[in-house]
């Protein structure tokens, strides 16, 4: 029997870039029930500059989980689609999905452009048609390099890549077999560069367990990489792919770049820079906890409304949908500087919560279906979820500066508490982190003996509410 949806905590993602930004979606996908499997699927959104001849994707209020839906641009083939679909259980490989338009400096009849990802790939293209100075990115228009073969560079499908039931050879396995099957698919996920698994999966679990841990470690080596294993070898049975074969690639990683000739008006190029971040994922349900690698399988790309969407997908070797409790915790990082499960954990007071999203019913087989979750507001587990995470204090956001200063002008003006927190882009609740953040931190100050920070704060406290009410007491004579 399946339960809702598992309930998903993002992790202060806006703060990671200095705005907030509005929930990105996080889905799982479930499996037929004999196979015990789940994909995690989280989708992040950016816009970036299409005239910028260098482009910097910056992160935006996310785009939806989209669904296969028919192309209606000019010149598109019958298996054309306008977006794929997001959530599938899984992809051999990264599917690259471009949109637009090649543009020409004068009408033509012909013009020719490329696609280049930085040690990945060359797509070149050929568009034909009837003389203009643009065509647009369709299979009706656009030719492989020799001219004649149709070529599609959008979403198209899907394309259903078999393979026979390689999970079962799981059970058949010793321990150093699983653990050079997973050496094999972490090479695979991380472009050839292999990595140790707390390397690779982001959150090592023994973080903050010190005591024991070596022991345990040194009990039998083989014995952990047998779990591992079965966690992260994925299974690679029926993948959906909605890219052509050419614009499939064995992997891309997030911080790669894309060149794309011919794409701006002129027959100008762009080169978009991908931002380098990284969803990191744990799931939770009673007495198991995985680390789920994720890995970029689609980079959707429209160059004429500077829009990017990036896909990440990654596995779990349990049915999400059987647990009383469980949750994914899901945190945005910079792949240069990955969280420790205990940091995640210490932000989510700042946690935003939900459940997770999943495929339409309606595309699903009838063991797939999964029960219709309460409306957020009166979903009591989800609350509960909620209230439970708020006992770790966070780090503070703000400087001592700025949280004194914003201190003072609300101990100055209660009436305007609303209006002074929103400009500062927050609301009650992180303001009241806030205070308990530097109350910690000072705490801590004092408990270590650092009278010299203690004072410090006191003083510029006393100094920020006397400034403030100064003014407001000018600015009420003055009205």
Not at 299 to 316: E, H, P
Request: glycine share 6%.
């Amino acid at each position: 029997m399946r339960l809702p949806p598992p309930i998903v905590a993002r992790v202060d993602p806006a703060r990671l870039f200095g705005r907030r930004v509005a929930r990105f979606p996080v889905g799982v996908v479930p499996w037929r029930t004999e196979q015990e499997r789940s994909t995690v699927v989280v989708k992040l959104s950016y816009d970036f500059d299409p005239a910028a001849r260098h482009a910097e994707p910056v992160l935006v209020d996310p785009r939806p989980f989209s669904i296969a839906t028919p192309s209606e641009i000019q010149g598109a083939l019958a298996d054309e689609l306008a977006a794929p679909d997001d959530l599938v259980r899984a992809k051999r490989g990264t599917d690259l999905l471009v949109f637009g338009e090649l543009f020409a400096d004068r009408p033509v009849e012909r013009v020719t452009g490329q696609i280049h990802v930085r040690d990945r790939a060359m797509i070149p293209m050929v568009a034909v048609g009837t003389a203009g100075r643009s065509f647009p990115l369709a299979g009706g228009f656009l030719r492989t390099e020799d001219g004649t073969t149709p070529l599609v560079v959008g979403p198209s499908g899907p394309r259903v890549v078999l393979e026979e039931e390689p999970a079962a050879a799981l059970e058949e396995m010793t321990p150093e077999e699983k653990k050079a099957a997973y050496q094999e698919t972490l090479a695979m996920i991380y472009g050839g560069e292999f990595r140790s698994w707390k390397e690779a999966l982001a959150t090592p679990l023994s973080e903050g367990e010190e005591e024991g841990a070596s022991e345990r470690e040194e009990e039998d080596e083989l014995e952990g990489w047998d779990t591992l294993a079965d966690a992260s070898i994925l299974d690679l049975a029926e993948c959906h792919h909605y890219a052509s074969p050419a614009l499939t690639l064995d992997t891309l990683d997030e911080d790669h770049h894309i060149e794309a000739q011919s794409v701006r008006p002129n027959g100008e190029s762009t080169h978009l820079q991908l931002p380098g971040h990284r969803p990191v994922v744990v799931f939770e349900a009673p007495e198991q906890t995985f680390d789920v690698a994720m890995y970029l399988d689609t980079v959707s790309v429209d160059f004429s409304r500077g829009a990017l969407d990036l896909v990440f997908r990654g596995q779990i070797p349990v049915d999400a949908f059987a647990f009383d409790e469980q949750r994914v915790i899901v945190m945005i990082a910079h792949v240069d500087d990955v969280p420790s499960l205990q940091a995640m954990l210490d932000e989510l007071p700042r946690g935003d919560f939900t459940r997770a999203e999943v495929p339409d019913q309606r595309l699903v087989e009838e063991d797939q279906r999964v029960p219709d979750s309460p409306p957020l507001e009166d979903d009591v587990d989800l609350q509960t979820a909620k209230q439970m995470a708020s006992g770790p204090v966070p780090d503070p956001v703000l400087s001592l500066d700025d949280f004194v200063t914003l201190a003072g002008a609300l101990a100055a003006a209660p009436d305007e508490r609303a209006r002074l927190l929103s400009a500062r882009d927050l609301d009650a609740e992180e303001w009241a982190l806030e205070e308990r953040g530097w109350r910690k931190r000072v705490g801590a100050a004092l408990a270590a003996g650092d009278l010299d920070l203690v004072a410090a704060f006191n003083k510029r406290m006393r100094q920020a509410r006397d400034a403030a009410l100064a003014a407001h007491v000018v600015k009420r004579r003055e009205t």
